[in-house]
């Protein structure tokens, strides 16, 4: 992996003295697995909007190497507060769309690796996938059977990411064609700030929205 968490040393937070170690190695194999699996979907599907084009147009050992990422390329509509406010209530509606047929296993293994980091590991779900505080909380209350049967009946499937930031995913792109340098990690590293600034805007929506006091923070904040 180009960008290796395996070189920042664990360290305290001033307020709590807690340890928050590396994000674990099998947790960012299980990373590249979703990314490869959501690329391969996508260079063969008709996405909304012209990611999908880029990535199929990339070779195999190209979409290898992007699925190298140490974050989860695409998100689940999580950004969309509305919907999953629906999913924590149990409130379907007759006129969903649930999950076309070629996301439900990658959607279904989404959600129970960020289920099991939100009861585990919240800061990581936050780095790596913008998955703020507040989210992660209502995630881990509800039992994991139920959130993947209600997100499949909404019709919750994987989204690029980044689709309002198109000159990032050209430096994800631009990078598979020089593996092992300095600018396939340089174009990770920026989208990752990227990503963890999305996490802070998504988080102080969530908090002017319901008026949630923040809890003690942590590390991803």
């Known amino acids: 992996m180009n960008f290796c968490f395996q070189q920042i040393p664990a360290f305290s937070t001033t307020e709590e003295s807690m340890q928050y170690p590396c994000p674990e190695r099998a947790d960012l194999d299980e990373i590249r697995a979703l990314n490869s699996a959501f690329l391969d979907v996508c260079a063969r599907s008709s996405l909304p909007d012209g990611v999908a084009a ?46 076309p047929a070629e996301w439900v296993p990658i959607t279904t293994a989404a959600i129970a690796f960020l289920w099991h980091l939100a009861k585990r590991a919240p800061h990581d779900a936050r780095l790596f996938a913008a998955l703020s505080p507040a989210l992660s909380r209502r995630l881990a209350e509800h039992p994991l059977i139920s959130v993947t049967h209600r997100a499949l009946g909404l019709g919750i499937s994987p989204r690029p990411r980044f689709t309002e930031q198109p000159e990032l995913w050209s430096l994800l792109f631009d990078a598979c064609s020089a593996p092992d340098s300095a600018r396939m990690t340089a174009g990770q590293m920026i989208a990752m700030q990227r990503l963890l600034l999305k996490s802070s805007e998504l988080e102080a929506d969530l908090l002017a929205a319901r008026r949630i006091e923040p809890v003690s923070r942590t590390l991803a904040e």
């Open 54 to 99: 880029r990535i199929a147009s990339l070779t195999l050992a190209q979409r290898e190497l992007l699925s190298d990422a140490p974050f989860l390329l695409f998100s689940l509509q999580e950004d969309q507060a509305s919907l999953w406010d629906r999913l924590f209530a149990a409130e379907p509606d007759f006129f969903d769309e649930p999950t």
